[in-house]
Structures are given as structure tokens and as C-alpha cells.
T-cell receptor, first 112, second 112 residues
Framework: GNSVTQMEGPVTLSEEAFLTINCTYT??????LFWYVQYPGEGLQLLLK?????DKGSNKGFEATYRKETTSFHLEKGSVQVSDSAVYFC???????????FGTGTSLTVIP | NAGVTQTPKFQVLKTGQSMTLQCAQD?????MSWYRQDPGMGLRLIHY???????DQGEVPNGYNVSRSTTEDFPLRLLSAAPSQTSVYFC???????????FGEGSRLTVL
């Protein structure tokens, strides 16, 4: 079946620290992979995506590389800011299932 | 640019009452879906639709009904509300061009 597993939170970092949020997946077929971000009181917004193996998605200083060999799509940022405090969701979409599958979300708090 | 619009944003129901969460999108997306978000559970798919007149069940469909009479609208009906349906509900649509999932701002439902 299809599923997404991401690291448990919450994560608390100091400003300018390095961020990694791990995400691994299982999927039938060839999924597209996504990171969504949810700021307090809002809906989810697309942060970045990758549609095939070895693609790197990037946006707002965040990056993630689609690794088929390790079935992973880890989110990284070199220097986090207070404004990055949010919940981050890893997700996959497969045409075979015609559905998105989400991880449980990782809450990030960045302190000044 | 309205995107995905959900109403109401907040609702309190008594057990056994029924209600409809409204969802409309103005992006001409064929695919629409409803999720519920619960702490520690991430987002779980309730129902989805790949076009007008077509609906299908997601992971947690029990207690909910949907219909899709137009491309724009995808209402979610709670037939007889239960405390277990206390949650935040998100409507979302997918761009057929980019595969991106666009979310509404969410509807917080409390069932007493």
C-alpha cells in the first residue's frame, strides 16, 4: 500500500540552526512527493515538490531530494528563522490510487 | 483570486444533529477532496471526487456523505453528528496541470 512516515515532533531549534525533518514513504507505482506547510490557524500550503527520482524541490531556502533507493524525501534548511515556525507535512500522490497520502506532521518552533 | 473557500469556519453541534460543510473552488479543478485533521493523526481522506457526478470513499468515510453536482462545489454532509467527528476539516482541490493540492482555510467542528 501507500504510506508516508515522518519524524515525530515537536522540534525546537534556535534561530539560524540547521533543520532536517525526515520523511520516508512506501508506494505502488511512481509517486510524486511533496512538502506542505501549515502556519497557525491556516490551511496547508505547498512548500516544494519533486515528481521523479533524483529531482530536488526547493523553495524559501528549503530543499528536499527524491531518493528512490532509500524511499526518502527529507526536508532541509540551512538556517531557520522564527517565521519558519509551523507544522510540516510530507505527502505523496500516486496516479494508481488517485489520492494524496500525508504523514502525521512535524511541528517546528524556532526561538530567537 | 478566491481559490478554495470553505464555510463555516467554526461550528458547534449537539450529538445527533446534521449539518453541511460547504466547499467551493474557482480554479476549474476536476479533483476535489475532504480531509479531517486530528492531533497525532495527520490528515485523513474522507471522500474525494475526480469530476462532476463522480465521488469515491477515502480512508475514513463513515458518517459522511458527499455529492458533486458541479465542478465548483463539493459539500460534505454529516448525517448524525457524533463526538468522534470533532475535528478540523479541510477541503482541497488538485490542479490538473501541476498536481498541486490547494487547501481551504479549514472548518473547526465541535460535537458535544
Amino acid at each position: 500500500g501507500n504510506s508516508v512516515t515522518q519524524m515525530e515532533g515537536p522540534v525546537t531549534l534556535s534561530e539560524e540552526a540547521f533543520l532536517t525533518i525526515n520523511c520516508t514513504y512506501t508506494a505502488t507505482g511512481y509517486p510524486s512527493l511533496f512538502w506542505y506547510v501549515q502556519y497557525p490557524g491556516e490551511g496547508l500550503q505547498l512548500l516544494l515538490k519533486a515528481t521523479k527520482a533524483d529531482d530536488k524541490g526547493s523553495n524559501k531556502g528549503f530543499e528536499a531530494t527524491y531518493r528512490k533507493e532509500t524511499t526518502s524525501f527529507h526536508l532541509e534548511k540551512g538556517s531557520v528563522q522564527v517565521s519558519d515556525s509551523a507544522v510540516y507535512f510530507c505527502a505523496l500522490f500516486t496516479n494508481a490510487g488517485n489520492q494524496f497520502y500525508f504523514g502525521t506532521g512535524t511541528s517546528l518552533t524556532v526561538i530567537p | 483570486n478566491a481559490g478554495v473557500t470553505q464555510t463555516p469556519k467554526f461550528q458547534v453541534l449537539k450529538t445527533g444533529q446534521s449539518m453541511t460543510l460547504q466547499c467551493a473552488q474557482d480554479m476549474n479543478h476536476e479533483y476535489m477532496s475532504w480531509y479531517r485533521q486530528d492531533p497525532g493523526m495527520g490528515l485523513r481522506l474522507i471522500h474525494y471526487s475526480v469530476g462532476a457526478g463522480i465521488t469515491d470513499q477515502g480512508e475514513v468515510p463513515n458518517g459522511y456523505n458527499v455529492s458533486r453536482s458541479t465542478t465548483e462545489d463539493f459539500p460534505l454532509r454529516l448525517l448524525s453528528a457524533a463526538p468522534s467527528q470533532t475535528s478540523v476539516y479541510f477541503c482541497a482541490s488538485i490542479s490538473g496541470n501541476t498536481g498541486e493540492l490547494f487547501f481551504g482555510e479549514g472548518s473547526r467542528l465541535t460535537v458535544l
